[in-house]
């Protein structure tokens, strides 16, 4: 009757420990790494729409560019998914750095899909030839709105769709309707008689700039900018890092409810090898306008 080896019993154990442990690591690193399309959904409630009617609203930001396979096929697509009424783009859809080709795709096909409203970031201002690319969007179709409101109506629902510069126009713009103002909550100043018969919703770049937002009647605001935090770590860190709010940022991606209002924070499209983004893949955002029964 053979002996059995203790010894052989520890090793083919520990080996089996080791190797379980890779299995698990490299399984735990290619969702970290995820770099694929999602999609994020949200629904947002307001006695302000009636009759059961609802309202799909799709917001992209912070694409600069990017390039999602042939013809940016699978991004469109994926917003044609969506089944929206209308779509945000909430900024930093051209990047100051990398070509406007990925741009120009997507600006040409997305009107096609549903009707588009655009508010600049701040990669647009510092690309120093805005006035060039507003009038590029604009030749696409789609509404760009600078201190300006769109009343619509969808299934329905009276909605005013509101939308401000970013920031960052003061220092690049020599645009006199905006520098008549002195910022951000000077160009918000605009918003101040907005009725409550409508559902109030504003395109703003800066998440960070929720304070002032919150001042005005405004139910639903759209921003991006962060890029979800960068860095994340489910359940226990929702950013790392975001421009304009440093380390650990308050709004790094997400749903914020302040008093009677909404805001909803793209995590964006962009990513590079140079900043990877860590259980944060890009984004697109769907939000569903109900009526509160």
Known sequence: MPVKNPENKKRIYGRTVILLSLIALAAVSCFAFYTGLTVRNYVVESAKVTGGATVKIVAIADLHSRVYGEDQ???LDMIAAQKP???ALAGD????KAQDTGAKMFLRAVPKIAPVYYVSGNHEFQTQRYDEIKKMIEGYGITVLSGERKYITINGADLCVCGIDDPAAFEYSDDPRILKYKDADGMLSQFSDLGDGTFNILLAHRPELIESYAKYDFDLVLSGHTHGGQVRIPLVLNGAFAPD???FPKYAGG???LRDMTMIVSRGLSFSGKAPR???PPE???VCIEGKK
Request: hydrophobic content about 45%; overall charge negative.
């Open 73 to 75: 096929e699978p991004l």
């Open 85 to 87: 009424d209308m779509i």
């Open 93 to 96: 859809i051209v990047d100051n």
């Open 245 to 247: 709010q440093g380390f």
């Open 255 to 257: 749903r914020y409810d």
């Open 278 to 280: 860590v259980f944060n």
């Open 284 to 286: 697109v955002v769907s």
